[in-house]
């Protein structure tokens, strides 16, 4: 008996010993957005499954996009997952950066992901990372102040109207903002918002043989209308905020307007970090008639960088975090309207989720953004709010930091076009496309 004992414990050490010595430490880059925060509130559930830590590294978006570009164009190996876009994945895929995520397991169920999202983060049949939550952008408002102002928002306004509205809803006796918006430099900051605007306005950032557009009457319009609304409407320095000085803004009852990410939808209408969440409406983002919305198409998606020594732990906690069973441990935990949206067609046949008020908006909009016919006028580039090239992330933070300082009064409009014109010809010049 003693000997059988002894040898049962010695088996139980054993393995123990063994399930310890494949338990992984993984590093994960990621936005500092509120879903990302959450998500590592929950971290150990990941681990209580599968033996594996994570350590979190949590970047400012535009910083994000730095480290992990340098670090996968120069094979630096300082994260076994990465959170990227709908811009890098199909590039870094082609590459050959990027580890194939097509064998991820059948209980994963890859067909649930919304298509418009799969497609975006994959190159040539192959996904390439994984959506933990897909989005467009739209109208977020506050009921109360355009009941206030006498006017009541369509579900599908115009850029005019909206300017009405924004300059109608300004109180600057107590601080009141008609209208917050990204001015913020950044490709994917300033630089999103502004490109997915000018959509609407008949502009493009290339003609179809790569010539820059920006000494167009379509980009002129876009900007000036864009520094005139938000000068007599918007909040002071919006030429520095983002997504997350503006949702600090709204949340604070500073905003009665705030065109933005769908996913931002969970933040104002959460009481808990709202004052005016009984008060939020929501409405497509704005159009000028011309038969194009100004909102975007994005996934924020975990990624394995190729050359990884920790690949199926990798792949273990993608398959977690962007899985049904995560949404429904954030449900449990903190209801229906605060799970990641935008990612998987069961959630929008959940009967729970549909009922939210944001749901339809999220998905109309989502379903409104075509990165495959984005302009008015025929343009070279697949991509909705960024053209779908490697040289452009580096010439659109250029482009967008012009912009930038032409809201904060430090140039004029016409000069931050021209200043943008020359670079973005300059630079795709150099790279051969002209």
């Known amino acids: 008996m003693k000997n059988t004992a002894r040898a049962l414990l010695g088996a139980v050490v054993a393995s123990l010993m063994t399930s310890t010595a494949f338990a992984e430490k993984l590093t994960i880059a990621t936005v500092n957005n509120g879903d990302m925060i959450r998500m590592q509130k929950y971290t150990d559930d990941f681990t209580k499954k599968t033996g594996h830590t994570v350590e979190w590294v949590t970047l400012e978006e535009n910083v994000l996009r730095q480290r992990v570009t340098t670090d996968i164009t120069t094979k630096g190996g300082a994260f076994d997952i990465m959170t990227i876009g709908m811009y890098e994945t199909p590039i870094w895929g082609k590459n050959g950066w990027l580890v194939s995520m097509n064998d991820l397991s059948a209980e994963y169920n890859a067909d649930d992901i919304l298509p418009a999202m799969k497609g975006g983060l994959s190159y040539d049949g192959t996904m390439y990372a994984a959506p933990f939550y897909g989005e467009s952008s739209m109208i977020m408002y506050r009921k109360d102040l355009m009941e206030k102002a006498g006017l009541k928002m369509p579900d599908a306004p115009s850029w005019s109207f909206i300017a009405k ?215 070279p580039y697949v991509g909705v709010q960024f053209a779908a090239i490697p040289e452009f992330a580096g010439i659109a933070t250029e482009v967008s930091q012009e912009f930038s300082a032409a809201y904060a009064g430090q140039q004029t409009v016409a000069e931050a076009l021209a200043k943008a014109q020359a670079l973005t010809n300059e630079a795709m010049e150099a790279a051969g496309y002209r």
């Open 165 to 379: 509205a924004a300059r109608a809803m300004t109180d600057r006796s107590t601080e009141t903002n008609g209208i917050c918006l990204r001015g913020k430099a950044g490709w994917g900051e300033g630089g999103a918002f502004i490109t997915a605007m000018s959509n609407s306005f008949g502009a493009r950032w290339f003609d179809e043989k790569w010539n820059a557009q920006f000494d167009t009457r379509e980009w002129s319009d876009t900007l000036n209308f864009f520094v005139n609304m938000m000068n007599d409407a918007g909040p002071p320095g919006f030429a520095t905020n983002g997504f997350n000085e503006n949702l600090s803004l709204f949340q604070q009852g500073k905003c009665g307007m705030w065109i933005d990410a769908t996913v931002a939808a969970s933040f104002v209408t959460n009481p808990k970090d709202s004052t005016v969440a009984d008060k939020v409406g929501f409405a497509l983002a704005p159009d000028n008639g011309l038969g194009k919305r100004s909102n975007w198409l994005w996934a924020w998606a975990l990624a394995i960088p190729a050359g990884t020594k920790k690949e199926a732990a990798a792949k273990q906690f993608i398959e977690w975090a962007t899985g049904t069973g995560y949404i429904e441990l954030v449900a449990g935990k903190e209801g229906w309207a605060n799970v990641p949206p935008g990612a998987r067609t069961s959630l929008y046949k959940n009967p729970n989720y549909t009922s939210v008020p944001f749901a339809k908006m999220t998905m109309d909009s989502i379903l409104s953004a075509d990165p495959n016919n984005s302009t008015v006028d025929p343009s």
